[in-house]
């Protein structure tokens, strides 16, 4: 066994090609993105098979994170080390250059849509950036149901049915699985979701994919099949705050999947908790992270995942930042 000492662990962002994507992460992430293509997505911590993180610097260089749970579940995990053989959560940012097809990923109870060893797919956003025309489709108008969907997506006028607003930067979003959404037009997300890549296609705008010449595969009778028909409109969630001074805190969400926070400010706080792993997103400035009297530089765009053997930490600015801390359920 790899006796060497845990840290906080940066890892390194997985570019994904996405039609709809743009080349607005190169803003946000320090590491180039691959040529002239559309990224539009960056997994920032991933344990799947296909795409699995890997840290970026320290003793640990080099190491995936499915190599570092194997080795030491106890350390990485803690309260949490018999509960998940992967760790159970995706983060990633997206950039929505154009709009995502408008889709629904199932729940951990409809097995019958999930592959062996997958799981359902909750998520949340945070947006980052938005456009002048941004706009995030969630959730359905009063009285819309399984034929009424079909009868519009016959008709070429899906949207109709669907609930939508218009995003602003630091709107959090919330999608328990089984709810209908797409994002787009010039809008940039951070996203934590359940470690699934799952996805059923209701409608793709009728786009061809310029890679193969053709539509992108829609999974109409599944979506419809995993569509959450109580559900209304989603808006984004009211903060709670629980500081204000001297650096604000806000808790963003807390489901039975993951919790979110944010915090915002110039002076240090402190993140990270004993005995549960934690995960550190920053969104905007710079600064550094004191473990065990050793520090650990943070830029924009960089994902620390805080062992849970390391406990709390301090975060310490270099003027103001905004940081999103992400952990397991309570």
């Not at 662990?9 to 590491?31: D, E, K, V």
């Not at 061809?208 to 539509?215: E, L, N, Y």
Request: hydrophobic content about 40%.
């Amino acid at each position: 066994m790899n006796t060497t000492a845990l840290y906080p662990l940066r890892f390194m962002p997985i570019y994904q090609y996405r039609l709809w994507g743009g080349r607005r992460l190169a803003n946000l992430l320090s590491t180039p993105l691959p040529a002239d293509i559309p990224i539009g997505e960056a997994w920032l911590l991933s344990d799947r098979e296909d795409h699995v993180s890997v840290v970026a610097d320290g003793s640990r260089k080099g190491q995936t994170i499915r190599q570092l749970l194997e080795e030491s579940p106890e350390r990485m995990l803690g309260k949490w080390a018999d509960s998940f053989e992967r760790f159970p959560l995706l983060l990633k940012f997206l950039d929505a250059r154009e709009m995502l097809s408008v889709q629904v990923h199932p729940s951990d109870s409809q097995t019958n849509y999930l592959p062996a060893g997958e799981q359902g797919k909750t998520e949340a956003w945070v947006v980052l950036k938005a456009g002048v025309g941004s706009r995030i489709y969630a959730g359905l108008k009063p009285g819309t149901t399984s034929d009424t969907l079909r009868q519009a997506l016959t008709n070429r006028v899906l949207e109709d049915q669907l609930a939508s607003f218009i995003p602003q930067s630091g709107d959090c979003v919330f999608l328990p699985a089984g709810t209908v959404h797409a994002l787009g037009n010039d809008t940039v997300v951070f996203e934590v979701q359940e470690n699934s890549d799952i996805t059923f296609r209701l409608y793709d705008w009728d786009r061809v994919d310029h890679k193969t010449g053709q539509p992108r595969a829609l999974q109409v009778e599944e979506a419809l099949a995993c569509i959450d028909f109580t559900q209304g409109s989603v808006v984004p969630v009211v903060p709670e705050v629980l500081r204000e001074q001297p650096t604000q805190c806000e808790r963003l969400l807390s489901c039975p999947h993951f919790r979110l926070w944010r915090y915002q400010g110039e002076v240090p706080f402190v993140v990270g908790a004993e005995g549960e792993p934690r995960v550190l997103v920053c969104l905007a400035g710079t600064g550094e992270l004191e473990q065990a009297g050793t520090t650990y530089p943070v830029t924009q765009g960089d994902v620390f995942l805080l062992p849970a053997v390391i406990g709390a930490c301090v975060y310490r600015p270099h003027g103001v930042v905004s940081v999103l801390e992400v952990a397991l359920p309570g």
